[in-house]
T-cell receptor, first 121, second 109 residues
Framework: GAVVSQHPSWVICKSGTSVKIECRSL??????MFWYRQFPKQSLMLMAT?????????EQGVEKDKFLINHASLTLSTLTVTSAHPEDSSFYIC?????????????????FGPGTRLTVL | QKEVEQDPGPLSVPEGAIVSLNCTYS??????FMWYRQYSRKGPELLMY????GNKEDGRFTAQVDKSSKYISLFIRDSQPSDSATYLC?????????FGIGTKLQVIP
């Protein structure tokens, strides 16, 4: 299956600092990537949809000035948590949309990265 | 009513049992149906991907889609302790993907 990488896998930072998380699709081009957060024992919560070359679309309740998303190329999207606070501590997961033809069949699915665990002290 | 309904479980089964996981949905625009497996503290892993109604088999896994009933299932044969994880169904319409809440499965040795 397709591979999506995420870096770093975990990060610990002080309150007030900014943290950047990278998401890369390694073997396909993704015009659309998604950013999720997941709290312990809860389901995925979509934060924003990242479209290559245009502004991200944020879900209701997600502060766009706090969670900066950049999708500069077809294989890379970044999420920057600005002025992080302890309540931002969570598991952040990206996914990349694979839209096109794979192995001779039309496909429209998402492949997830391994996630980034952010702890803000 | 949620667009996608999935029983969160937990579901406990003995090793070797056949596991049946299900989701129902209300949006007839959903076209693509996926099942993901998520281990604790890991990103979801795509298990199965289907488009049309019917069955799709891959090893011990069978995905079933019934568009007329708006019902999808994932069957796991000869379940193993390593299958213990949370299983999420997901559905796509246009650019939007909607996930179920996930069913936590525990396979007991």
């Amino acid at each position: 299956g397709a591979v999506v990488s995420q870096h770093p896998s975990w990060v610990i930072c002080k309150s007030g600092t900014s943290v950047k998380i990278e998401c890369r699709s390694l073997d396909f081009q993704a015009t659309t990537m998604f950013w999720y957060r997941q709290f312990p024992k809860q389901s995925l919560m979509l934060m924003a949809t990242s479209n290559e070359g245009s502004k991200a679309t944020y879900e209701q309740g997600v502060e766009k000035d706090k969670f900066l998303i950049n999708h500069a190329s077809l294989t890379l999207s970044t999420l920057t948590v600005t002025s992080a606070h302890p309540e931002d501590s969570s598991f952040y997961i990206c996914s990349a949309r694979d839209l096109g033809t794979r192995a001779g069949s039309y496909t429209d699915t998402q492949y997830f990265g391994p996630g980034t665990r952010l702890t803000v002290l | 009513q949620k667009e996608v309904e999935q029983d969160p479980g937990p579901l406990s089964v003995p090793e070797g049992a056949i596991v049946s996981l299900n989701c129902t949905y209300s949006n007839s625009a959903f076209q693509y149906f996926m099942w993901y497996r998520q281990y604790s503290r890991k990103g979801p892993e795509l298990l199965m991907y289907t488009y049309s109604s019917g069955n799709k088999e891959d090893g011990r896994f069978t995905a079933q889609v019934d568009k007329s009933s708006k019902y999808i299932s994932l069957f796991i044969r000869d379940s193993q302790p390593s299958d213990s994880a949370t299983y999420l169904c997901a559905m796509t319409s246009y650019q939007k993907v909607t996930f179920g809440i996930g069913t936590k499965l525990q396979v007991i040795p």
